[in-house]
């Protein structure tokens, strides 16, 4: 693939997303003067005017959060209308998981999500299981609920306040469903309507899907990647790669080697998938670098290829994901056998056991915690 082909296949996904979101501000914009200019004629003051401003603002910024749990909401609905069951909730870092029969609030911060809606998947019968509802089910959410906000427009019509606000909920609902629903890869994840369509292009993306899911469970309930069956974890083919649903399960056979600790194998793997052209979504590639770099700082840590690594697009990333632990084990093991901060390292520590505390799968923290270990013990011996 030449450099400039590679150039536009990760910028114009973002671009679109960023079109989308100036629509959003575009349309709650116009929607605002136009309410502000049907009223200049009434004897208010430049301070009401303002805040009747700053108000309707605030009121595009709620939308956009109603319309994130809406759409959430939708994944679970339509996934509990098609066999799946509840896994765990996220709107923004607020996360709620089922952990032994209990709903458990717990944290999670994940870049380019605002939310996500995790199920366990039924059984697979001949291969196969719904994808289409449960994937598209936040899209289909925003739509109904936006007509019903256009229905509660005509019926607050003769309220301006009232009916501008349901315009813009309207506006804000029609919009997040386009963005969600039709397939795009939006640069670090992949949108709901582009998993649909991955998930229905061969059998081999249905079952790595459903090996994410039930992974996903898996972990919820204390089970590490290396005590998991072996066969949800079979390396694909670099033509397999191509497939983003098939890249998870890439992806996901690449920690369990780091939770086995077979470092070796995994930064081989890793390098490779990392130099292929795959379909490895940007937030799996950023924390897969994350893990090259780990097993080149208890290996041979050479300052060559840490410098190749660590990017200003890799440390940007690792800023925005700082509460990750698996970014956080990286930056402690870089700290201790690369700067050899003894002191950055132990505030790097402190900031890790803040997180662990609600953090909501407790086996990576028990393996992120092995880790730290390793590259500690490696810092003494240096």
Partial sequence: ????????????????????????????????????????????????????????????????????????????????MTGYSFSSFRIMSFMWVKENYKIKFKRLTLAGTG???????????DGKIPVVLYNLG?????????LIFLGMYFVFQSIPFLSTVMLMMVAVGFVLAIMNGVPMRMGIIDNDGYNAYALSRNRDALRSFWVQMKANEQLTKG?????????????????????????????????RMIDTQSFAQAYKLMTHFLEIDSAIVGLHRRLMVCDCAYCELIG??????????????????????????????????????????????????????????????????????????IAEQKSKNI
């Fill in 223 to 255: 089970i590490r990647l290396k005590d998991m069956p072996d066969e949800w974890f079979t390396t694909p083919s670099d033509e397999e790669m191509k497939n983003s649903m098939v890249a998870v399960r890439g992806v996901f056979a690449c920690s």
């Fill in 138 to 146: 936040g899209s289909f959410m925003n739509i109904i609920t936006g």
């Fill in 115 to 125: 939310g996500q809606c995790l199920m366990t998947p039924p059984q697979l019968v």
């Fill in 300 to 373: 041979e840590n050479r300052s060559d290829v840490l410098k190749q690594l660590f990017t200003k697009k890799q440390i940007k990333f690792m800023k925005s994901m700082k509460k990750f632990p698996s970014v956080l084990r990286t930056e402690y093991s870089y700290a201790l056998l690369s700067e050899k901060d003894l002191v950055k390292a132990e505030g790097i520590k402190v900031k890790f056991e803040k997180c662990a505390k609600t953090y909501p799968y407790p086996s990576e923290i028990q393996a992120e915690r092995e880790l730290m270990d």
């Fill in 1 to 80: 693939m030449g450099k400039k082909q590679k150039k536009k296949k990760i910028v114009w996904p973002k671009f679109v997303g960023i079109v989308l979101f100036m629509a959003i501000g575009a349309i709650c914009g116009l929607l605002i003067a136009n309410y502000i200019d049907s009223n200049a004629a009434e004897d208010i003051s430049l301070g009401e005017e303002l805040l009747t401003f700053f108000s309707l603002i605030i009121v595009m910024y709620i939308s956009i959060f109603i319309h994130l749990i809406i759409h959430e909401a939708g994944h679970l609905i339509f996934g509990l």
